[in-house]
């Protein structure tokens, strides 16, 4: 039986952060947890956020020891900060590295018996809801802030794992494009391309059913509309992409994605590849490996491409179609277009292997083998 897991309460559009203040008194909190990266500490982005605090007399400390791809340290050392804190709510502010560590953090201080971070790989069954959280995003692409997943990085075996946990969901969103401003033109393509993935990974997955589909196609529409005016730094673009990424999240979160992620997750573990860039490059190759699972899907994702002229077109015009006007805006935005300065061959068995463990894969609308991946793969090299 389908199960929906969304946020209790989210503000959109810009302006949307002055409501922390309310909503932090409103439920009787008395000291934050910040949690944040020190990239946006130094280009004064978290400030928008602690600077409300300060205002209100609002008790808070600030952790940053955060990586791009969070680690289990990063986690265990969070864990140890929020409890000499003492503090009773967690404000996230960043992209998916910070939120995915608020997540962690959140959940083993409620869950204590969950201290070893691998332990909560896959679907742990904690019993809390982690402390509650409140999620700023900075970047318009993992959509974190809505979704029940987390993924944090294992040096030492050199893989990331998915952790999914409908008790680590944010009690709030702020989804305010102002705080998605500063991002850079690479960083704005690479998350922007990581939340179509979602869209359109979600669309397809084996979960996939008529209230995930509306949120997925409505997201692939307004994300393709406003990714390249989001990396030209718009007000219409930034706004546009803050939502779609966020509705693009409220379905996946619930229904699962597919072997895009799965073969993304190895490369931003092996060679701290940006999830999103990786996500970009290897959606259009796994789009035209699944083609033949997805009915009639590809036409209505061409459609909300803006591609014209679908109904008239046979299904293999229009699953063509859908997969051109992915790689169309890929280039677009300036996103590589394959692997070769990436991925060392040598590496191959073991990055398919890796694919095929993540807990994406078994969503994937076609069961691929090792074999499958390990040609998808060399196909982009």
Aim: net charge negative.
């Amino acid at each position: 039986m389908p199960k929906f897991v969304l946020n209790e309460t989210s503000y959109h559009g810009y302006g949307a952060i002055n409501n922390i203040v309310s909503e932090i008194m409103g439920r009787g909190f008395k000291k934050v947890f910040v949690c944040t990266d020190p990239d946006l500490i130094k280009f004064n982005v978290s400030q928008k956020v602690t600077r409300l605090l300060d205002e209100a007399k609002i008790e808070y400390s600030i952790y940053s020891d955060i990586q791009a791809n969070p680690t289990i340290e990063n986690v265990l050392h969070g864990v140890e900060a929020f409890k000499e804190a003492d503090a009773d709510c967690i404000i996230a502010i960043g992209g998916g590295s910070s939120m995915d560590t608020a997540k962690a953090i959140g959940i083993i201080i409620r869950n204590p018996e969950f201290s070893d971070v691998r332990s909560l790989e896959g679907v742990a069954p904690t019993t809390k809801p982690c402390v509650p959280i409140i999620a700023v995003p900075t970047t318009a692409g993992t959509a974190a802030e809505v979704t029940i997943n987390y993924v944090i990085t294992d040096k030492e075996k050199d893989r990331k794992f998915v952790c999914v946990d409908p008790h680590d969901i944010p009690v709030v969103a702020i989804v305010d494009p102002d705080m998605m401003a500063s991002m850079p033109k690479g960083l704005t393509a690479a998350t922007g391309m990581d939340a179509l993935t979602h869209a359109i990974e979600g669309y397809i997955t084996k979960g996939a059913w008529e209230l995930s589909d509306m949120f997925h196609l409505e997201a692939i529409k307004i994300i393709s509309r406003s990714l390249r005016g989001a990396v030209n730094n718009t007000k219409e673009g930034r706004e546009g992409m803050a939502l779609g990424q966020y509705i693009a999240g409220m379905g996946f979160s619930n229904v699962g994605l597919g072997i895009v992620h799965s073969m993304a997750h190895p490369l931003g573990a092996l060679y701290n590849t940006p999830h999103g860039v990786a996500n970009a490059i290897i959606l259009p190759t796994v789009m035209r490996y699944n083609a033949e699972a997805t009915g009639e899907k590809y036409r209505e994702i061409a459609r909300a491409m803006g591609v014209e002229g679908v109904d008239l077109m046979t299904q293999e015009e229009y699953r063509e179609a859908a997969i051109q006007a992915v790689k169309q805006l890929s280039i677009d935005v300036g996103i590589p277009q394959d692997l070769k300065a990436i991925v060392k061959e040598s590496d191959i068995d073991f990055l398919a292997q890796s694919a095929m463990d993540d807990a994406c894969r078994p969503g994937n609308p076609k069961d691929p083998t090792k074999e499958d991946i390990i040609a998808l793969y060399k196909s982009l090299l």
